[in-house]
T-cell receptor
Framework: NAGVTQTPKFQVLKTGQSMTLQCAQD?????MSWYRQDPGMGLRLIHY???????DQGEVPNGYNVSRSTTEDFPLRLLSAAPSQTSVYFC?????????????FGPGTRLTVL | DAKTTQPPSMDCAEGRAANLPCNHS???????VYWYRQIHSQGPQYIIH???NNETNEMASLIITEDRKSSTLILPHATLRDTAVYYC????????????FGAGTRLTVKP
């Protein structure tokens, strides 16, 4: 299993540009989520999904959209990039939302918005 | 969700046990204690979790006090590769959305 994969690893955008961060998992996990991590801080939840076709907002959803058309993929869209969105983005997945279970994290995407 | 308090940094000698404390004095009865770590800038890695009883796996041991208000993560024989930020997280079993990562403890294992 490849686990959780994310592309690209690095990205530089100009203010106002849009882009999609890709996330895929091959473990047939129900639950997927996106976090951002700013320098010296812990992770904050952006959006999450409990299954294909179902998404919801996390702690810091503004400026981001998500969709979950398949179990495997959970892309994160930046609609109009702003310098405040400069961060490292992590995608995570877990088997289900029920019961205690671990989350598996991807390697991250480092985004810089100029 | 219960908040957690961890020391910002700790050092440990290579080969020795690393004991990382976490205070979660407002934990509820249905909340688990989870530990994750983040090595350099990689994605967080799950270590262990527990509810009431002490737990052990191939990576670490988790000791939870009887009143559940604090816990200790033990890395029995720390290596240089264990240098990382360690996060103690309290969340309800059925709610992945409650993964609140604080600043964690930066553990430095020294030769």
């Amino acid at each position: 299993n490849a686990g959780v994969t994310q592309t690209p690893k690095f990205q530089v955008l100009k203010t106002g540009q849009s882009m999609t961060l890709q996330c895929a998992q091959d473990m047939n996990h129900e639950y997927m989520s996106w976090y951002r991590q700013d320098p010296g801080m812990g992770l904050r939840l952006i959006h999450y999904s409990v299954g294909a076709g179902i998404t919801d907002q996390g702690e810091v959803p503004n400026g981001y959209n998500v969709s979950r058309s398949t179990t495997e993929d959970f892309p994160l869209r930046l609609l109009s990039a702003a310098p405040s969105q400069t961060s490292v983005y992590f995608c995570a997945s877990s088997y289900s939302t029920a019961g205690p279970n671990e989350q598996f994290f991807g390697p991250g995407t480092r985004l810089t918005v100029l | 969700d219960a908040k957690t308090t961890q020391p910002p940094s700790m050092d440990c000698a290579e080969g020795r046990a690393a004991n990382l404390p976490c205070n979660h004095s407002t934990i509820s009865g249905n909340e688990y204690v989870y530990w994750y770590r983040q090595i350099h800038s990689q994605g967080p890695q799950y270590i262990i979790h527990g509810l009431k009883n002490n737990e052990t796996n191939e990576m670490a041991s988790l000791i939870i006090t009887e009143d559940r208000k604090s816990s200790t993560l033990i890395l029995p024989h720390a290596t240089l590769r264990d240098t990382a930020v360690y996060y103690c997280i309290v969340r309800r079993a059925y709610n992945n959305n409650d993964m609140r990562f604080g600043a964690g403890t930066r553990l430095t294992v020294k030769p």
